[in-house]
């Protein structure tokens, strides 16, 4: 409802213009009596100076001796502030030409005076009386024209006080006693029983507070009964519309949890909330560790200029946050369900998580298993075999020796020494120490080890994504980039190994190990090395290729190159 203001205000305004126009009143009047104060000294003067002429004129007759003296009063008469008044700025012009028109005359006249000349003086002197005459009139009518104006400016105010008390009573009986009256009559009908009532429109707020008071109870009492059957709907149709999505939450669980959690299984459980809250379009962003990202969005996609800002939903566990929900909708959204939502994929893409990391602690502890088993059958083995090959060169007679002999016994020599090595190196990666089931920590344990045995500098920048591999693969790319290292170790004599492990603009995988040593030309002599024909053969497993190039300063680069996982989220 529009209201004016307050009614005490209103009333306190009122009165202000009541006391400001009385107040007017009052400072009209003093001014007005203020202008007038003199008025009637000047016309005493005014009347002074005639009788002085005639004064002037018996004196010049008798031939007195104190004539200046005379002359000297009259001027004194003529100048004083009472007659001078005639010139201020709010007497009439009339007044002022005639007060200047007797100055101009008096004059004439004091010359006549002064000269003795006395016939002059006398034929004058009428006309100058008459000049004095006329100014007398004039401030007599000037001042008259004061009072007069004091008269009315009182009447005018008097009636406009009686306007407004006039218009004070019926504005208080229009805007104040008849809405009071209606609120009256409405509250004994609200005594009766009927809270059906209409309370009466106000411009202020008094009565206006006072009238929604009454309404607000009105309503209450006459819609209690209703607003208790309303609730019951409200309640059951909450209960159905909460029992719904529970059964949406639970069906989406049970269909992320049936199988692998994938790129398809999160893409169809945001498609089923898009379609059962009427999105506009809905996304998922999913963070790693490192940085990047994963986004899948729903059918429909995601625009590339937002016609609204999207609404965020983070998926949240323990303060850690593993990405968001990003929803544009043109209408409400029902922000406990995506709440809800974002919290099952939070815990689905966490089990998964934890999932994939107790299956490559599994696999460490599968390669360790083997690793003891490889010791304590393939490796005593070989060391047998080693010992058995020595006695047989010492058993063997002069005459059994010959150059064939002795080859066959020094290449199965060699071939036994460098499965043993093999083996060492194999053992060596299985039983890499590792805290956390990842494949940057277990390449720098790797090559801890490796630093230890020699004095180059090895140094290594990891920038891939944990989601980039599978757990499967990071055998393959250890032992790859050990036997690598190793061998520029070995056969390359460097100062300096680099390895650089990142994902390509074209989207591959590439580690590469540069060392500043000899050059690839030792690898003519062995190309075909059965540590080589490994590296070969790992890379065909990951799918990639794996290069020896010379590096333009010295030194040799071995380059592996694979594609990625195709699945997101295994990480």
Known sequence: MFTRGSLTSTILSLMLVVILLSSSLAVFSIVSLTFSLGDARGINASGSLRMQSYRLLLDANIGSHNIDEKIADFETTLNSEALKRSLAWYSPKEMRDQYVLVIHKWQVMKVY????????????????????????????????????????????????????????????????????????????????????????????????????????????????????????????????????????????????????????????????????????????VIEHDDGSKDIIKAEGGWPDELPIESLH?????????????????????????????????????????????????????????????????IGQLLSFLKIQVSLLRKSLNDSCRSPEVEAQLMEINEGVSTAYVQLRELLSTFRLTIKEPNLPQAIDVMLDQLRHQSQIDIQLNYKLSAHLLEAKQHIHILQLIREATLNAIKHATPEHIVIDCQLTDKGMITISICDDGIGVTHLV?????????????????????????????????VTLSFPPQQEPLNG
């Open 113 to 284: 005076i002064e000269e003795g000349n006395i016939r002059l003086y006398s034929a004058s002197l009428t006309d100058f009386v008459n000049t004095i005459d006329t100014l007398v009139l004039n401030m007599e009518q000037f001042a008259a024209f004061k009072l007069k104006l004091l008269v009315i400016g009182q009447i005018i105010g008097l009636s406009i006080l009686l306007i407004i008390a006039f218009f004070a009573v019926a504005f208080t009986r229009k805007r104040v006693v008849k809405p009071l009256q209606l609120l009256i009559e409405s509250s004994t009908t609200i005594s009766k029983g009927n809270f059906k009532v209409k309370m009466p429109k106000t411009d202020y707020i008094e009565l206006t507070a006072l009238g929604n008071a009454l309404q607000k109870t009105a309503a209450e009492l006459a819609s209690l009964y209703e607003d208790l059957e309303n609730q019951v709907n409200e309640k059951t149709l909450a209960l159905t519309r909460t029992n719904n999505e529970l059964k949406f939450l639970y069906d989406n669980l049970v269909m992320l949890h049936a199988n692998k959690l994938d790129y398809k299984a999160l893409q169809s459980a945001i498609n089923q909330l898009k379609y059962y809250e009427s999105l506009s379009y809905l996304r998922l």
């Open 313 to 377: 939903f983070p998926l949240l566990i323990e303060k850690t946050q593993l990405g968001y929900l990003d929803v544009i909708s043109h209408r409400p959204v029902n922000r406990l369900l995506f709440e809800n939502f974002a919290m099952m994929l939070t815990r689905s893409i966490t089990i998964h998580n934890a999932s994939e990391q107790r299956q490559q602690l599994a696999l460490l502890e599968e390669r360790a298993v083997i690793a003891r088993e490889l010791h304590d059958s």
């Open 525 to 557: 002599e062995r190309d075909q090395h059965f540590g080589i024909g490994i590296m070969h053969e790992r890379a065909n497993k990951l799918n990639g290729i794996v290069s020896f190039n010379s590096n333009q300063l010295g030194g040799t680069t």
